[in-house]
């Protein structure tokens, strides 16, 4: 007697058998739960995934699966690139209004799929820290739940294709000629410094973003000891210097210097006027150095917010008033405050409700605008 197939067993037969929609989903809900990437699966499989998907399967109906995560659904519908077809509907999210912008809780690849394409002039975000920091945990120690918090553990692999995703998606929304602005810096993995910015710029180019900038924010308080191993041995190849420094990457996506749409080269006489950079400071700010303060433990309820002066730098050189910034990973919402008081429309995106409160509640607080 032929034993019936399993939904995977009839995916790998030769021809495939043909699989209705529950039994697709299982077999990617089987694939995430073994912590398996969907690019793990073989090329053959994802191929006939992505064109029976195409016919059957609605990107509604992976959100909505039971038993897969939001994360996870969004990852498969990236990785067959179902999004592409896809916009998610505005009035299922959690929407936080906040001066000229808002907050959006959630994925922000969920978030991302409810922009237009072509609609942001500017985005500039601090992705999260790969291994370094568990967020949920650091929000239940806030509020009293537990004592400390630890490291997630999660492959680089998937680190790269969490992120690789996002950016991807943000290429979409972002306007031509607009602008992605990253910091990051070297993680530590497995005992190893990791040249996360340097693979991130190759990561970046390949989805289509030009690289333009490398800009250094020089912190200048130093919290690490590395540069105490040399005074124990001062020998040579025991020089550890103490981490002082974060990179900002500046991308941006393509277009034709005098295009209609190259949104830096049709702004009228009037505008620009009304968006002329107050020079006060320049001299220092013409390098690719910044040096700048970080954010004291005591002036922020997040673990590594970014100070005002790194959001102002850089919304003022990139964008115009009224224009849209966008921060995908907006944390304790530093570029939404910055972006309000310099008059633009902000949209941040954040999992974490508790950080996108204390970020509303900083911009209600808010008097009026001063700074240029
Ligand atoms: C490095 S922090 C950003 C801090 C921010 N620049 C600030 O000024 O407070 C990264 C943030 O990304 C959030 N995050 C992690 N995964 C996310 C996701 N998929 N979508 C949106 N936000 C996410 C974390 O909760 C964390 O607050």
Redesign the pocket.
């Known amino acids: 007697m032929k034993l019936s197939q399993s939904p995977r067993e009839k995916l790998l037969s030769n021809p495939p058998s043909e699989l209705n929609t529950e039994e697709l989903l299982a077999v990617l809900l089987d694939a995430s739960n073994k912590k398996q990437n969907i690019n793990s699966l073989s090329k053959e499989l994802v191929d006939y995934l992505r064109s029976n998907l195409t016919a059957k399967l609605k990107v509604e109906d992976l959100l909505n699966f039971k038993g897969l995560e939001e994360?996870e659904a969004l990852q498969i519908i990236s990785a067959l690139e179902l999004g592409k077809r896809f916009r998610f509907n505005r009035e299922k999210l959690k929407i936080h209004k906040a001066g000229l912008g808002e907050f959006v809780c959630g994925?922000?690849?969920h978030g991302m799929k409810t922009l237009a394409d072509d609609s942001v002039v500017l985005a500039f975000?601090?992705?999260?820290?790969h291994n370094a920091i568990n967020?949920g945990d650091h929000i239940k120690k806030l509020e009293g739940d537990i004592h400390y918090w630890e490291r997630t553990e999660q492959s680089y692999d998937y680190y790269k294709t969490f992120l690789v995703d996002r950016f991807k998606e943000m290429y979409r929304v972002i306007k031509p000629g607009g602008h992605n602005v990253v910091n990051i810096s070297p993680v530590a993995w497995e005992g190893k410094r990791v040249a996360l910015p340097f693979h991130f710029v190759c990561w970046m180019e390949e989805i289509g973003w030009q690289f333009k900038e490398d800009i250094i924010w020089e912190k200048g308080i130093v919290k690490d000891k590395r540069s105490g191993v040399l005074m124990q041995h001062p020998y040579p190849g025991y020089y550890y210097p103490s981490l002082a420094i974060e990179y900002v990457l500046v991308f941006q996506k393509s277009a034709g210097k005098k295009t209609e749409n190259n949104i830096y080269h049709n702004r009228s006489a009037k505008e620009k006027k009304a968006n002329e950079i107050d020079m006060e400071g320049y001299q220092e700010q013409s390098k690719n150095i910044w040096n700048i303060r970080p954010v004291a433990p005591s002036e922020n309820i997040?673990p590594?917010?970014?100070p005002e002066e790194l959001a102002h730098r850089v919304i003022k050189y990139y964008s115009y008033k009224n224009d849209t910034v966008l921060?995908?990973?907006?944390?304790?919402?530093?570029?939404n405050l910055v972006a309000e008081k310099l008059k633009r429309k902000h949209i941040g995106?954040?999992?974490?409700k508790h950080?996108i409160e204390y970020g509303v509640k900083k911009i209600k607080n808010l008097k009026t605008t001063t700074r240029k």
């Open positions: 994360s994925d922000c690849m975000t601090s992705p999260p820290y967020y997040h590594c917010p970014f921060d995908i990973f907006s944390g304790s919402g530093v570029t995106m954040e999992t974490e950080y």
